[in-house]
């Protein structure tokens, strides 16, 4: 039951990674810092225009900030909530399966699983 449990705590992990779109709202953040780069590069603009660009950027990235904090948080809630209702039903005690998914090779398949996904979703 324990193999069963981190394996739908991990798969819970992974569609709440995928709905909660935290890769996508970090991809937004990596857009927006480059964008600002480029205009911090730009020999054509006055320094006043470039800390325009700039105080808008870091305004930006504040919100993007708490926003994949957030979403983070949550992500991370879904599987959490579904081993305390496993416990909770006497299924399976969280103790012991955190202790399973805590291990090297638990946390290197899983990190498989998650990069493969990624490529399947995409």
Known sequence: MILVSAVVTV???IVAFRVMKVASTAANAVATTRQATLVLTDGALGDD???????????RLMVLFFDITLRSALVLAVPALALFLFDALGLISIEVVMAFLLRWEVIAISAVAMIGAAVVWR
């Not at 225009?49 to 305004?59: H, I, L, N, P, T």
């Open 49 to 59: 225009a470039k800390e325009r660009a700039v105080r808008q950027a870091s305004k």
């Open 11 to 13: 798969a819970l992990f």
